[in-house]
C-alpha cells in the first residue's frame, strides 16, 4: 500500500526535518528520495554543517557542545553573545534588505529552539565548529558571531543522523522514488505524487504533501535561463540530483514563485575538481582564505575587495563574481607569514609555489602575466605592514589607499617568500528562487490563497535570501521550515 498521511519529497536536511517533525504530531509518513540510498542527502552531505542561531549568553549553548570547555581551554571567552537582533541585522545587511519580513523573523526567532529540536528529538550530535569558524588569539579560540556549533562530522554525520532518526521512527524511505507530479483532487487539494521507480509509475497517496526536494543548482537549463549563460556554465558543489522537479512540479498547479530567481549560492572551490564537486571530499573543494591574500583573475586584476567582510559573509557571492571574470577562473595568492591561516580545506589541493612573484606568475594560467606583476607591484605599494595592526580574528580596518578596488581589511603586503597560489572558480551550491510560503510554511497559490495539503521547506523556499547569504543560515532555516511543515502538514492529514 503507498498510501500515508504525509508524503515528504526529497531526503535531505530539510526534509528529514519535516519527516520528522510529521512522525512526532503522529502522521503516518514517507520520504520519497529520488537518489539511490548509496547517494542519498541531497546538499546536506557536501555542506559544513554549521548551524547560526540567536543565543543571549554564551553559556545558553553549553547543552550542545557539553564536553567543549574541558576539551578547549578557556572556550567560552572567545565566544560573544549573538542576540536575534544581530541575526536578523545581519541577514538585511547581507541581502540590501530584500530579505522576506515575515519568513526572516520567523527564521530569527526560532533558530535557537530549532537547533536544540535537532539536537534533542533529532538526535543530532553537535561539536564546536573548531575548522570553520574559530581563529586563535593568545590562548583564546575567538569565534565568529553566531557560528559556534555545527554537526558532528559536519554535514556526512548530519545527514547520517538524520536517517538514523528516521528509521528509529517507523518514517519509510523509498530511494531512487523520482516524484515527478503532484495530483490533485476534486477541490484542488493535493492528494498524492506521481513517483518513477525502477519498476515504472507509482502513485502514491497522502492528505498532505511537504516539497523539500531543493533548488535547480544541477539543471544547466534552468540556471542558464534564470540566472544566466555565466551560471549555466558553473561547477556544481552538491548533488547532481537537484534539478529543481519539485518546482516544476508546483508551479504546474499554479504555486507563486518568489524570491530572486536570478539569485544563487556560488561559493569559491578549487578549480581543479570536475563539473559536479567529489561526493567524497563533501565540503573540502572550499576556498575561502582569501581575505588574507589578493585573487586575480586570467587578464592578471584584482576584480574584488577580498577584505570587504569576513569570509562567512562574502563566500557565497564572491563564488558569483569568479564565474563573471574570463574563464571562470581566479587565483588566490599568499605569502608565507599568513599560510598558516589558510583553512585546512586547503589541504585537499597542491598549491603552486615559488620563491618570487614572477616566479609564481610565470607558472599560472593568467593570459597577461606583464600585468599581473604590475598588480601585485601596485598593491604592495598600497598595502600594509602587519606590526600596523593586522588581526584576523574581525575586520582590522587594515587598508590599502589608492587602488581599484581597496582592500578595505587584511591589507598585507605580500613580501614574506615563499609564496603560495591556489585555483578557484564559482561552485554552485543552491538556488535562492523559490515558492511563496505562508507563515506555517504552506505553499501560496498564484491566486493568492494557499494550495491545500501542499507544504514547501530548504531549498524550496523563495525569498530568504537575496544576492548574498549568511553561512549558517540555510541548514538552520531549512530544519526550522522543515519543522514548521512537517508539524502542519501532520495536523492537517488528521
Not at 297 to 302: I, L, T
Amino acid at each position: 500500500m503507498n498510501d500515508f498521511d504525509v508524503i515528504v519529497v526529497g531526503a535531505g536536511n530539510a526534509a528529514l526535518a519535516a519527516a520528522v517533525s510529521a512522525r512526532e504530531n503522529g502522521a503516518r509518513v514517507v520520504v520519497l528520495e529520488k537518489a539511490p540510498r548509496e547517494m542519498r542527502g541531497g546538499n546536506t552531505h557536501w555542506s559544513g554543517g554549521v548551524l547560526r542561531f540567536a543565543f543571549d549568553e554564551p553559556r545558553e549553548i553549553a547543552p550542545l557542545v557539553p564536553e567543549a570547555e574541558s576539551q578547549y581551554e578557556n572556550f567560552y571567552d572567545g565566544i560573544a553573545p549573538y542576540t536575534r537582533a544581530d541575526f536578523h541585522g545581519d541577514l538585511m545587511r547581507v541581502t540590501n534588505g530584500r530579505t522576506d519580513p515575515v519568513l526572516s523573523r520567523l527564521l530569527v526567532d526560532n533558530s535557537k529552539d530549532t537547533v536544540f529540536w535537532m539536537h534533542q528529538t533529532g538526535r543530532i550530535k553537535m561539536e564546536p565548529a573548531i575548522t570553520l569558524s574559530a581563529v586563535r588569539k593568545g590562548n583564546v579560540m575567538v569565534w565568529a558571531r553566531g557560528l559556534v556549533v555545527r554537526a558532528e562530522h559536519e554535514g556526512v554525520g548530519l545527514s547520517r543522523s538524520w536517517f538514523s532518526t528516521a528509521e528509529r521512527m517507523g518514517i519509510a524511505v523509498r530511494y531512487g522514488a523520482a516524484a515527478v507530479e503532484l495530483l490533485l483532487d476534486e477541490r484542488g487539494a493535493v492528494s498524492g505524487v506521481k513517483v518513477r521507480d525502477a519498476d515504472g509509475l507509482q502513485t502514491y497517496t497522502a492528505r498532505s504533501i511537504v516539497l523539500g526536494c531543493g533548488g535547480f543548482e544541477a539543471n544547466v537549463q534552468m540556471r542558464t535561463q534564470h540566472i544566466g549563460p555565466l551560471i549555466g556554465q558553473a561547477k556544481v558543489r552538491g548533488t547532481p540530483h537537484n534539478q529543481g522537479d519539485g518546482l516544476r512540479m508546483a508551479m504546474a498547479i499554479g504555486a507563486m514563485p518568489w524570491g530572486q530567481w536570478a539569485g544563487c549560492h556560488a561559493t569559491p572551490i578549487s578549480a581543479d575538481w570536475g563539473d559536479f564537486a567529489p561526493r567524497e571530499m563533501t565540503d573540502r573543494s572550499n576556498r575561502l582564505s582569501y581575505l588574507y591574500g589578493v585573487m586575480l583573475n586570467k587578464r592578471g586584476r584584482r576584480f574584488l575587495d577580498e577584505g570587504e567582510d569576513t569570509a562567512l559573509f562574502t563566500y557565497a557571492k564572491f563564488g558569483r563574481a569568479i564565474l563573471a571574470e574570463p574563464g571562470a577562473k581566479a587565483y588566490q595568492i599568499f605569502d608565507s607569514k599568513v599560510v598558516h591561516l589558510l583553512e585546512p580545506r586547503y589541504q585537499t589541493s597542491k598549491p603552486i609555489t615559488a620563491d618570487t612573484l614572477e616566479s609564481l606568475i610565470a607558472q599560472l594560467d593568467i593570459d597577461d602575466k606583464a600585468q599581473a606583476l604590475r598588480t601585485l607591484a601596485d598593491y604592495n605599494k598600497a598595502a600594509c605592514d602587519a606590526d600596523q595592526g593586522f588581526d584576523p580574528t574581525r575586520k582590522d580596518g587594515l587598508a590599502t589607499r589608492g587602488l581599484d578596488p581597496e582592500k578595505t581589511n587584511w591589507a598585507l603586503r605580500l613580501d614574506q617568500p615563499p609564496y603560495y597560489a591556489y585555483s578557484a572558480t564559482g561552485g554552485i551550491t543552491f538556488t535562492f528562487g523559490g515558492l511563496k510560503i505562508t507563515e506555517g510554511a504552506q505553499v501560496m497559490g498564484t491566486d493568492w490563497r494557499p494550495i491545500p495539503g501542499l507544504y514547501a521547506c530548504g531549498e524550496m523556499v523563495g525569498g530568504l535570501f537575496y544576492d548574498n547569504y549568511p553561512a549558517g543560515t540555510g541548514l538552520v532555516a531549512g530544519a526550522t521550515f522543515g519543522r514548521i511543515a512537517g508539524r502542519n502538514a501532520a495536523l492537517a492529514a488528521r
